[in-house]
């Protein structure tokens, strides 16, 4: 019975097992199937930030890459997406590591029949999609409300917006907590000028499944305003990916924690970064006042929308970094913006220096200050329950 397209993408490098598995399923009459084909990891990859798909399956023996690898690749890059293992490699040891890992199902091509390939897969969508909604329905029972920060590229003052808006909600609430959720040496221990004993690395060398509330709050930095933070790895030595997995369970343990929780996010696609974004309650973009940066934004907008991100929770946040004659008026880059303008921070070099002497954000630091002023506005805004644009 026909419904809703259900849109999968195959990596399979063989013509053959790609034409009989649109037989088996032209043979269940199931016609809301339809199927894209890559027979590279390269293609497939770029085909997952560019379009939209409710699963993927995957022949893990490809050309350019091979085995476990294949499917970490994939399920790193799509980690809301189940995927259906279908091989001709009939292994044991391959099979378990997938479904540790998160595979929906591992399949031997020789010793499926049709019926079973279409009715696993049907399977394998609905089951994917009843753990998503438990999920998200885990998500929206607790109390609190997860609001991440990334530019829309490097240089946006991403950092610094999302440590004054932490700042400035925890004077009206208790429990505020700043994650940096990046692989390597981020900004935030050295504009709050702080040395933490432990961060994101203590917690990552932990095995995944054991993550929760005990362990995430162990590594908390009490800071003396307010805040607790979690920085990102301080250590060379302790740079590397994070993976979804471990995200995830940083953030739902975070949500118990916090009132609010502040993610400081890189300008990246990495799969970490996906999911904090997906299950961000409000996503702020940094975007700079020049036209350089607002095409980035634009870009980026287009980016979030191709990892099927709700834009209506996503908002921009115009950050003036130095007064110039190239700097794009706020009309101007709502015109070529298409979501709210959450708030615009005038420049503020000398006090923003000043403040990471200190130690302490600027909306503490001088709350006279009109970049100060502006922040806590923000912050105001973004506590309601729904993104608040800069009021006309």
Known sequence: M???????LVIDDSEQDLE???DCFAQADATEFQFVHVRRMHDALQLLDEDRFDSIILEPDLRDVSGFEAFKMVAGRAPDLPVVVVTRRDDDVLAIRIAQAGGQEYLVKDQTGCGTLVRTIRYAIERHRLQMEQLRAAKDESIGR???FTGAKG???TTTV????AAALSERYEHVSLLELRADHGSLAVQLNRT???DLSHLLALPSHVLGREEVE???FDLPFGPRALFGPQEVGHFGDIEPEYAGAIISALGELSDFTIIDLPCDQSPATQLAIRLSDVVCMTVGSDVSSVRAARARLQQFEAWDVDLDKVGAIIVTLAASSAVLQLPAIENNLECKIIGAVPPAPEACATAIEVGQPLVLLQPDQIAAVTLAQMAQRL???EVKGVPH
């Open 162 to 165: 999302a440590a004054n808006i």
């Open 20 to 22: 009989h598995l649109r």
């Open 218 to 220: 162990a590594a908390l």
């Open 2 to 8: 026909s419904g809703a397209a259900i849109n999968i």
């Open 155 to 157: 240089g946006t003052g």
């Open 383 to 385: 506590a309601s329950s």
């Open 146 to 148: 997860t609001i991440s």
């Open 196 to 198: 933490p004993s432990h």
